[in-house]
């Protein structure tokens, strides 16, 4: 009796087969995880925004400062800091694809000298400084920098936003910290970049294209993103990152569409010239547009 059997060219062809629908479906599982990531880290930020919204809500329509005056959030506050009661679980305050490394950080800022801990969202801070007169700097954004001495205004109240549907809250930005310097604040201003805790460039819709935006938040240079459209968010989701918003509400978009039409393009700074004080009313960032 003849015993039945796969040949060998029958075995090729089944394997050739199973590569194929490999080849095919594997791009389609990467895309469907990357997706799953990007829900995740959506409801991250509005769940963290919502945080924010309650402690707006407990001191008199005030937003936390991003940044406390002495750059020592356990000393005089930052939200990731300050907001803590209303944020139970670290995991809201980080992105499914963060990589969170710590290996650029100052030694001082890990355990078991100091309780810093990685974090993926940064608050609007946007700080604008008028060319014109000094440059003397004002805090457009929600949640900045409280350096009174130097700066126009530094706590923002919730009436003041003109915008609330319109107007960020938080966006994503890796290699960001919990309790020092910038590392929870985007401010739009990058002589911040080097030492002080994080990048700082805003998104620009007019930005370089060719050059890698780079900067050296710690003890080591990064490559923030790989062009100046993007500024410093975050960007793992097919050119997309989430963005939370005064009103609550969160999304991913294309960071260059949060300020797409600055009146000057800028790399060091934004040095407006309109009329009303350098708001730019297509400016995301700008609380007071």
């Known amino acids: 009796m003849q015993k039945k059997a796969f040949t060998l060219i029958e075995l090729l062809v089944v394997i050739a087969i199973i590569a194929i629908l490999a080849a095919i479906l594997f791009p389609v599982f990467a895309q469907a995880k990357l997706a799953a ?7 991250n930020i509005k769940q963290a925004s919502l945080a924010i919204l309650m402690y707006n809500n407990d001191f008199d329509d005030m937003f936390a400062a991003g940044c406390g005056s002495q750059w020592w959030y356990p000393r005089d506050g930052g939200w990731a800091w300050s907001t803590q009661p209303y944020i139970k679980s670290l995991a809201l305050l980080r992105d499914p694809t963060d990589t969170l490394s710590t290996a650029g950080w100052y030694t001082w800022l890990l355990p078991p000298n100091n309780p810093g801990v990685a974090i993926s969202y940064a608050s609007n801070g946007y700080l604008w400084q008028d060319s014109n007169n000094g440059y003397k700097t004002y805090m457009y954004g929600v949640m900045g ?4 001495s130097w700066m126009g205004n530094t706590y923002t109240n919730g009436t003041q936003v003109t915008q609330p549907a319109n107007t960020i809250l938080m966006a994503t930005r ?4 919990n309790l020092w310097g910038m590392g929870d604040v985007i401010s739009g201003v990058t002589w911040w970049d080097n030492g002080s805790g994080g990048a700082g460039l805003l998104p620009n819709g007019h930005g370089d294209t060719v050059n890698p935006y780079k900067a050296k ?3 080591t240079t990064i490559t923030v993103n790989a062009n ?10 097919s ?3 989430p963005f939370a918003f005064v009103d609550g509400h969160a999304k991913s978009m294309n960071p260059a569409q949060t300020n797409p039409n600055p009146s000057n393009t800028y790399i060091t700074g934004p040095s407006y010239s309109l009329g009303d004080s350098g708001h730019d009313p297509q400016n995301m960032w700008d609380a007071y547009r």
Request: glycine share 6%.
């Open 145 to 148: 920098v409280a350096q009174p």
């Open 217 to 219: 938040p710690y003890n």
């Open 37 to 43: 990531k990007k829900i995740s880290s959506v409801s």
């Open 228 to 237: 100046h459209l993007w500024g410093c968010v975050y960007t793992p989701y």
């Open 239 to 241: 050119n997309q990152a």
């Open 174 to 177: 890796a290699d960001g910290q």
